[in-house]
Every structure is written in structure tokens, then in C-alpha cells.
């Protein structure tokens, strides 16, 4: 009997294990920022936020901007931004700055457009979104509840996914590519998440009845996420499991998918 017994927990152990499959060891890469103009988008970047552009890039479609930690890449869409602040599902890129209203000041006399009635307050400070030279949506954030270490000018605070369900993004994010909670303080407006190794990854935000823009990869312009992996099959073969179609990248070496949302995330080998 007791032989039974272990052989049939045996058996059960071995059923759920394989019913697990292996979760890729994804990493947040950068940002990919698709504009329809590429020379004012290097200037926006740069002059007026004071990134710095990589002056070893050879590709024309393509320029990659250092901004001391999360890197942006541009590249050649062929239209300008559709997304509308408020109603369509997107993905991020939040920009910090020490104050806030001189920032905004800042943008407005580049001719940036900055959207005045979207001023609020949220978990850490306050924001406002406001949009690139080609119609992109970024957000600006003063971190207002704790002190923060002396700086100048814009650097990235953060960027994610604005969905209009937080369960269904936390099943994709966490449940299927493998990504953690690093803090449900913030729940159910925005969920931070992390890195197998703990480190920080992007964030989930959620504003219900917001609609699906259908995006087009390469064509439309709007931002998206761009994951690394060291072996790039496996994630392939893992999407593939889920019945998630994969698509050549802009890199030489990637692939690119469809969350449940229609944001378009990049894998790249590293």
C-alpha cells in the first residue's frame, strides 16, 4: 500500500512539473520609440532633454540614445503617433524631473506639447503626460513623497504598460514571461515589477475602459518594450507553446510579439 501511495505521489509530482513549462529569463533592454521624423527626434532627445545620441551607429533607420540608464532606441516609423491620452492602451516611458512646473515650462517654449489638463497626483508624486516630435505619449514625474538625491534636468524614471485589466496583464507578465511583483503597495492603479534576480524591471498600470490601438510594428509610431535574452530559442519556442505568433525584429538578431493588449514587445539576443 505504502508503495502505491509513493508511486502515485510520484506520478503526480511529474504531472505538474510538466505542465510547468521553463520561463524565459527575461530583462528589460531599453525603449524602442518609433517616429515618423528621425532627425527631430534626435534633436528632441537630445538638445531639449539632453540625452546623448551613440555616434557609432551606422544604421540610417536607426539611432541609439544613452541616457544614463534605461536606453532609448529610435527608429523610422512611417506614421505619426494615434494614441489619445486617456482612452487608448499603451506602452510608457516616464521621464523625472526635480520640479515639475519649470519642466513644463521647458517643453512649452520647444514648441513640445504638453497636456495641461492631465496634471495628477499618483503614488509617488505628481505627473503629466506630454508627447515627443512625433506625437509619441511620454509622462513627466516629480517624486514628491520621498528625497531624492540632487540632479538637473530629465532622466528616466520608469517605463510599462498601461492596460485596461490588471489581472489579465499580471497572468501575461508574471504567469507566462516570468517577471515578479516587486511591490503590491501601489495596487490596483499600478503594479511594479522585477527581475528573476530581484532587480527592477517596468511597471503594469492599470485605467479602466481604455481601448485597444491597433498598432502596426515598424509603421506606426508609438513606443515599446525591449526584452534580452541569452538564448533566444528558448523564448521563441516558449511563445510558441502558448500559441503566441512571433515576428521578425528590427535587429538583426530578435523577434517580436502581441501582448493580450496589442503593445508590441521586442526581444533581442544579449
Same mark, same amino acid.
Given at each position: 500500500? #505504502?508503495?502505491?501511495?509513493?508511486? =502515485?505521489?510520484?506520478?503526480?509530482?511529474?504531472?505538474?512539473?510538466?505542465?510547468?513549462? $521553463?520561463?524565459?529569463?527575461?530583462?528589460? %533592454?531599453?525603449?524602442?520609440i518609433w517616429v515618423d521624423d528621425l532627425s527631430a527626434a534626435k534633436r528632441f532627445y537630445t538638445e531639449i532633454l539632453g540625452f546623448e545620441a551613440d555616434s557609432r551607429?551606422?544604421?540610417? /533607420?536607426?539611432?541609439?540614445?544613452?541616457?544614463?540608464?534605461?536606453?532609448?532606441?529610435?527608429?523610422?516609423?512611417?506614421?505619426?503617433? #494615434?494614441?489619445?491620452?486617456? $482612452?487608448?492602451? +499603451?506602452?510608457?516611458?516616464?521621464?523625472?524631473?526635480?520640479?515639475?512646473?519649470?519642466?513644463?515650462? $521647458?517643453?512649452? %517654449?520647444?514648441?513640445?506639447?504638453?497636456?495641461?489638463? $492631465?496634471?495628477?497626483?499618483?503614488?509617488?508624486?505628481?505627473?503629466? *503626460?506630454?508627447?515627443?516630435?512625433?506625437?509619441? =505619449?511620454?509622462?513627466?514625474? &516629480?517624486?514628491?513623497?520621498?528625497?531624492?538625491? *540632487?540632479?538637473?534636468?530629465?532622466?528616466?524614471?520608469?517605463?510599462?504598460?498601461?492596460?485596461?485589466? /490588471? &489581472?489579465?496583464?499580471?497572468?501575461?507578465?508574471?504567469?507566462?514571461?516570468?517577471? #515578479? &511583483?516587486?511591490?503590491?503597495?501601489? =495596487?490596483?492603479?499600478?503594479?511594479?515589477?522585477?527581475?528573476?534576480?530581484?532587480?527592477?524591471?517596468? /511597471?503594469?498600470?492599470? #485605467? *479602466?475602459? =481604455? %481601448? +485597444?490601438? &491597433?498598432?502596426?510594428y515598424g509603421v506606426d509610431s508609438n513606443l515599446n518594450l525591449v526584452f534580452s535574452i541569452s538564448d533566444l530559442s528558448l523564448v521563441k519556442n516558449h511563445l510558441n507553446?502558448?500559441?503566441?505568433?512571433?515576428?521578425?525584429?528590427?535587429?538583426s538578431d530578435g523577434l517580436v510579439f502581441e501582448d493580450p493588449f496589442g503593445n508590441h514587445c521586442e526581444v533581442i539576443r544579449k
Open positions: 500500500m #505504502k508503495r502505491a501511495l509513493s508511486l =502515485l505521489l510520484f506520478l503526480c509530482i511529474q504531472l505538474t512539473c510538466a505542465q510547468k513549462p $521553463q520561463l524565459p529569463n527575461l530583462r528589460l %533592454e531599453g525603449v524602442r551607429g551606422t544604421d540610417p /533607420m536607426s539611432i541609439l540614445i544613452h541616457t544614463g540608464s534605461t536606453p532609448i532606441y529610435l527608429s523610422k516609423a512611417k506614421l505619426s503617433s #494615434k494614441a489619445i491620452y486617456g $482612452q487608448h492602451i +499603451r506602452t510608457g516611458l516616464t521621464l523625472q524631473v526635480p520640479k515639475l512646473l519649470p519642466a513644463i515650462d $521647458q517643453l512649452r %517654449e520647444a514648441g513640445i506639447r504638453v497636456e495641461e489638463t $492631465q496634471l495628477q497626483r499618483n503614488g509617488v508624486g505628481i505627473s503629466i *503626460p506630454f508627447r515627443d516630435a512625433s506625437g509619441n =505619449l511620454l509622462s513627466l514625474m &516629480e517624486v514628491q513623497i520621498r528625497p531624492v538625491a *540632487p540632479f538637473t534636468g530629465f532622466k528616466v524614471y520608469n517605463s510599462g504598460i498601461t492596460t485596461s485589466d /490588471m &489581472e489579465k496583464a499580471i497572468a501575461f507578465y508574471e504567469h507566462k514571461l516570468g517577471f #515578479k &511583483e516587486w511591490s503590491g503597495d501601489y =495596487l490596483p492603479a499600478a503594479l511594479p515589477l522585477k527581475h528573476s534576480d530581484n532587480s527592477f524591471a517596468f /511597471m503594469l498600470h492599470e #485605467k *479602466p475602459g =481604455l %481601448e +485597444r490601438l &491597433e498598432l502596426r507553446t502558448l500559441g503566441i505568433k512571433v515576428h521578425p525584429s528590427i535587429s
